[in-house]
């Protein structure tokens, strides 16, 4: 029996190589398969956050496992001295994992505030990423801590602002400790989203999108001028992926992540 070939991509997808996270697909009732499948037909070329079960379905469509889940949930991150030693450790074995399967991104996030002052938490979050950085360094795997919104979707998380994200980037000062810069939070966050990326670009390896409001698809009925972001993306030169990360409400499945890969073709 021959071995399943790679689909051809049906598009064109430009300049940013797009993927996915698994909402996309949510009402479908698609096997994981089957969402490979429909990734590579469409001109995807990765899936975001699956684990390493995951990875022989992914390499079999050609897909790439472009952001690996990290070693915390989202409220309990790096931000707390009393969580080091276990994420420490579990992160390094996800750096090898991460490095085994060509996965070039692993998710860190920073956890809640719980009453930490902003200087107190850059200071937590640099100590662990400190303990990190050479051996992501030495695998070339690059720990994307994400930013994320605390206004409407998660309350008092402590990295949701870029200026938080990029100082403590430059305290650690590795290449391979960036921000996973996820458009929909920080238009709820900041705004001016074309501007603080080309402020801030040397420091973001990563990408999210969704439109606002809502965290639905990338439609013209949301405010954000996806085309015009993901040509000042491409425009910087950023060779990373940009992974779209909504859930569709209004349209099927299909027809809204073909709105989507198309709103980032540039």
Known sequence: MMAAQTPA????????KQGVCGGVFRGSNLSFDDQCRAIAEMGGVCYDLQGPDKFPIMKKYGIIPSMVPGSSPLANGVNDKSLHAEIVKRTHELIDVSAAA??????????????K?????IENTVACLNQLK????DKNVVLCMELLNSKVNHPDYQCDHTAWGVEVCKRVN???VKLLYDIYHMQI????????IRDNYQWIGHFHTAGNPGRNELSPDQEINYKGVAKAIADLGFKG???HEYTPKVKPWREALEEAFQACTV
Request: proline content about 7%; glycine content about 14%.
């Open 9 to 16: 991509p049906a598009h064109n997808r430009g300049r940013l």
């Open 102 to 115: 060509g996965a070039p991104n692993l998710i860190i996030l920073s956890g809640n505030r719980n009453g």
């Open 117 to 121: 002052s902003e200087e107190e938490g």
């Open 134 to 137: 050479k051996h992501a360094e």
């Open 174 to 176: 590795s290449p391979n």
């Open 189 to 196: 966050m900041e705004g001016d989203i074309i501007r603080n």
């Open 241 to 243: 992926f940009i992974c």
